[in-house]
C-alpha cells in the first residue's frame, strides 16, 4: 500500500467513541457534536463532524533514523481497542452486566484513553528531550557521537503500548460503578481529555498528583451522555442512579480536566460546568478556612523577617 493511503490522520479520542455524544439531530453514520472551548461559558460553540476533532498527523506513527514512517500502532488502536468499544458499551448502555472479556475490553479502552492524548506525549517529549540533551552533553565531554536522539524518537509511542496493558491490569482490580444520568434529563459531556484521575484527599496541598496505587484514588470517563464510569478501590460497584444535580456536579469536574475543548449532544451549557467551587456551602467554608490559614502564615512569616 502506498504512503499516501496509510492512515496519517490519528485521533486519540476515536471516532468510535465521539459517536455516542452526537447531536440528536444527527446520524450515526455522520455524527456531529457540538465543540466547545474549554472556560468559555459564553462563547457560541461549532456544530463538527466528529472525523475533524482531536486528531493529529502522524500522532502514533514509528518514525525510523532514515524518516521511514511505520503505522502498525495506529492500525492496531483502529482493530484492536477502538472498534471493540461499541458492543461494549451497547451492553453498558442495556445496564446489563459485563462479562469478564467486556469488563476486560472496557478497561482496556480507558487505559488508552489515560496514556495517548498529546497532552500525555508532550510530559513524554519533554522528559525526553531532557534525557537527549544530557547525552550529547556526556558525548561532547568525551568527544563521542550520542546516538539517544534516535532512540528516543518513538518513545512515546513505544511506552504507551508497554504500558497499556499494565494500566487496564491495575483498573480491573479495581471495583467499577457506572453512574447513570436520568432518564428524562441532564446528560454527560466528554472532552479532548476523556479520562481523568481525582483523589479527594490531595486537593488541599499542591506536592503530590493522583496515582492509581492511592487508597482514595478515582478514575472517571463519560462512557456516553448517558453514563459515567468510576474505577475505585472503595465499595462503590454496579449501577447507580444519579439526579441531576449530580450529573451537572460531574460534568463540572470533567470540564475542568480537559485540555483545550469538550463536547456535548447539545448547544446549551449549563454555567455551573465552568465554576471553580461546587455548590455545597460546606466545602466553601472549608476553602474559606484553608485560605485564612494561608493568609496567617504569610503575615506571620513577613512578620518574623523583620
Not at 44 to 64: A, C
Not at 105 to 117: G, H, I, S, Y
Request: glycine share 4%.
Amino acid at each position: 500500500m502506498k504512503d499516501e493511503n496509510k492512515p496519517k490522520k490519528q485521533h486519540w479520542v476515536p471516532q468510535s467513541y465521539l459517536r455516542y455524544f452526537r447531536d440528536p439531530a444527527t446520524t450515526i453514520e455522520k455524527p456531529f457534536v457540538w465543540l466547545f472551548k474549554k472556560d468559555r461559558a459564553f462563547r457560541s460553540p461549532n456544530l463538527v463532524p466528529t472525523r475533524t476533532i482531536f486528531y493529529e498527523e502522524h500522532l502514533y506513527t514509528l518514525e525510523t533514523p532514515n524518516g521511514d514512517k511505520h503505522y502498525e500502532v495506529e492500525e492496531a488502536y483502529a482493530k484492536s481497542i477502538d472498534a471493540k468499544y461499541p458492543p461494549v458499551i451497547q451492553k453498558i448502555e442495556s445496564r446489563e452486566p459485563l462479562n469478564e472479556e467486556e469488563h476486560k475490553l472496557l478497561c482496556t479502552f480507558v487505559a488508552a484513553q489515560l496514556l495517548r492524548t498529546p497532552h500525555v506525549r508532550d510530559s513524554f517529549i519533554q522528559f525526553t528531550n531532557q534525557v537527549a540533551a544530557m547525552g550529547r552533553q556526556m558525548a561532547a565531554t568525551h568527544d563521542t557521537e550520542s546516538k539517544l536522539a534516535d532512540k528516543t524518537r518513538n518513545w512515546h509511542t513505544i511506552s504507551i503500548i508497554k504500558l497499556i496493558p499494565e494500566i487496564a491490569k491495575v483498573l480491573y482490580q479495581m471495583n467499577v460503578a457506572f453512574g447513570c444520568a436520568p432518564f428524562t434529563g441532564k446528560r454527560f459531556i466528554t472532552t479532548d481529555n476523556p479520562v481523568f484521575m481525582r483523589n479527594p484527599d490531595l486537593q488541599w496541598q499542591r506536592f503530590y498528583g493522583p496515582g492509581l496505587g492511592q487508597k482514595h484514588i478515582e478514575v472517571y470517563f463519560a462512557a456516553s451522555p448517558s453514563t459515567l464510569v468510576t474505577f475505585t478501590w472503595q465499595n462503590y460497584r454496579g449501577y447507580v442512579r444519579l439526579n441531576n444535580g449530580w450529573v451537572s456536579e460531574m460534568n463540572r469536574w470533567i470540564q475542568g480536566h480537559a485540555v483545550d475543548w469538550f463536547v456535548s449532544a447539545s448547544k446549551k451549557p449549563e454555567l455551573y460546568w465552568f465554576s471553580k467551587y461546587p455548590a455545597d456551602p460546606f466545602f466553601l467554608f472549608k476553602i474559606i478556612r484553608f485560605r485564612l490559614a494561608l493568609l496567617r502564615n504569610w503575615i506571620k512569616q513577613r512578620y518574623e523577617k523583620r
